[in-house]
Antibody, heavy 121, light 110 residues
Framework: QVQLVQSGAEVKKPGASVKVSCKASGYTFTTYGISWVRQAPGQGLEWMGCISAYNGNTKYAQKVQGRVTMTTDTSTSTAYMELRSLRSDDTAVYYC??????????????WGQGTLVTVSS | QTVVTQEPSFSVSPGGTVILTCGLSSGSVSTSYYPSWYQQTPGQAPRTLIYSTNTRSPGVPDRFSGSILGNKAALTIAGAQADDESDYYCVLYMSSGIWVFGGGTKLTVL
């Protein structure tokens, strides 16, 4: 069965960086992409960006462009999201999700359990 | 910056039918936006209900259906049940290659 298992909660100081991992299993990693979506406390979902596990191509939301880097390690079927220059408003639960692009459809289906990142001095 | 709009809240009686919508601040939603719908309960990860306008994710009951209604994407929940009480999010794929979420609809079943 498809599973996405994320790394544990993090507490960071403003200005620091965080790197969240998302280990995939139950499917051929390189035939899908990974999106990262975050949710601040009490707020809605925010798409941050995505990466193709096939060729490493990325697309980032304007809001985090320049501070975020998404990568994959195909040898371990793991995706990573690094966010730099953290601010208090980066405090959120970060989710990874499997992305698919097939003829006539684009979607994400399976989700990780989420990783809480708290930015506090 | 394109804004994706959803009703902030909605209420439905048990057994009733509700239609949640997903629009654009400017323009109409079409299938080219590959609208998707997610259900989320507090403390849980989102669950994919519908993708590419009207395709149900595996395991999703056929009480949930997606469509385009007028100039918006729509999620119809028929025969509402108590455990449908959740937050519902739509997301649209923009021509620039980014996805934009709506603000979510809090559905109450009472």
């Amino acid at each position: 069965q498809v599973q996405l298992v994320q790394s544990g909660a993090e507490v960071k100081k403003p200005g620091a960086s965080v790197k969240v991992s998302c280990k995939a299993s139950g499917y051929t990693f390189t035939t899908y992409g990974i999106s990262w979506v975050r949710q601040a406390p009490g707020q809605g979902l925010e798409w941050m960006g995505c990466i193709s596990a096939y060729n490493g191509n990325t697309k980032y939301a304007q809001k985090v462009q320049g501070r975020v880097t998404m990568t994959t390690d195909t040898s371990t079927s793991t995706a990573y999201m690094e966010l730099r220059s953290l601010r208090s408003d980066d405090t959120a639960v970060y989710y990874c999700a499997r992305d698919a692009v097939v003829p006539g459809a684009r979607y994400r289906d399976y989700w990780g359990q989420g990783t809480l990142v708290t930015v506090s001095s | 910056q394109t804004v994706v709009t959803q009703e902030p809240s909605f209420s439905v009686s048990p057994g009733g039918t509700v239609i949640l919508t997903c629009g654009l601040s400017s323009g109409s939603v079409s299938t080219s936006y590959y609208p998707s719908w997610y259900q989320q309960t507090p403390g849980q990860a989102p669950r994919t209900l519908i993708y590419s306008t009207n395709t149900r994710s595996p395991g999703v009951p056929d009480r949930f259906s997606g469509s385009i209604l007028g100039n918006k994407a729509a999620l119809t929940i028929a025969g509402a049940q108590a455990d449908d009480e959740s937050d519902y999010y739509c997301v649209l794929y923009m021509s620039s290659g980014i996805w934009v979420f709506g603000g979510g609809t809090k559905l109450t079943v009472l």
